[in-house]
């Protein structure tokens, strides 16, 4: 399995910017796919971005041009650059691992750290 402690969240107006990080220990060298994702209260969690094993980021459609995902995979880190934040970016963001094929579906996901809040206001 792998570790996964998240950092950065916090409280921001809104435009502001925040960036998530994401420390993955254990068995990092075997997950095909990393991703963020959030719950906002009463929500299903919902997928945000995923960056494959070969780099390629892929970011939700909805936010697409303010957030973007990236890793340092000699850090074994994942970011989330969060930009243009809105009062309904507020949520509980994770992140988490897979082991095969990426997926939108959380349930699909493997391994989650314990999540970070953003508040947006």
Not at 21 to 28: F, I, K, N, P, Q
Not at 39 to 59: F, L, M, N, T, Y
Request: charged share 20%; aromatic share 10%.
């Amino acid at each position: 399995h792998v570790q996964l402690v998240e950092s950065g969240g916090g409280s921001v107006q809104a435009g502001g910017s925040l960036r998530l990080s994401c420390a993955a220990s254990g068995l990092t060298y075997s997950r095909n796919c990393m991703g963020w994702f959030r719950q906002a209260p009463g929500k299903e969690r919902e997928w945000v971005a995923h960056i494959i094993s070969d780099g390629r980021p892929v970011v939700a459609d909805s936010l697409k041009g303010r957030f973007i995902i990236s890793s340092d995979d000699a850090a074994n880190t994942l970011y989330l650059q969060m930009n243009s934040l809105k009062p309904e970016d507020t949520s509980v963001y994770y992140c988490a691992a897979r082991w095969s094929r990426c997926s939108s579906n959380w349930r699909d996901w493997d391994d989650w750290g314990q999540g970070t809040q953003v508040t947006v206001s």
